[in-house]
């Protein structure tokens, strides 16, 4: 590309590492030509040179209560209510997003 994106946000942490393996061996520097994030925060975030910028996210809990809210309208089905539910989540970010700022 002849301008290339200021980052890239994957959708997990696995895919975020290829894309950092892929850029180095271009001769791209992370995070000071692109930066990358991912989704999950997997192990492998903390491993990866540089370590990843990541987004953690319940998922065991965003199983349960899925399962929980399919349940009750599997036995409820007179039910026309959705309800809309926030679980936390949470922003790590690590060296793979991190830029000096430029005076």
């Known amino acids: 590309m002849k301008k290339p994106p200021d980052g890239v946000f ?13 850029l180095k061996q271009a001769g791209i520097k992370i995070p000071q030509e692109i930066a990358v994030v991912g989704f999950n925060n997997d192990p492998i975030s903390r491993v990866i040179e540089p370590n990843l910028t990541t ?11 899925a399962a929980t809210t399919l349940i009750h309208r599997l036995k409820n089905t007179s039910s026309a209510n959705l309800n809309t539910m926030v679980l936390r989540h949470e922003l ?12």
């Open 92 to 103: 790590i970010v690590r060296q793979s997003s991190l830029r000096r700022k430029v005076n």
């Open 10 to 22: 994957t959708s997990n942490d696995t895919s975020a590492v290829a894309c950092i393996r892929e």
């Open 55 to 65: 987004i953690h996210y319940p998922g065991e809990e965003m199983g349960e209560v």
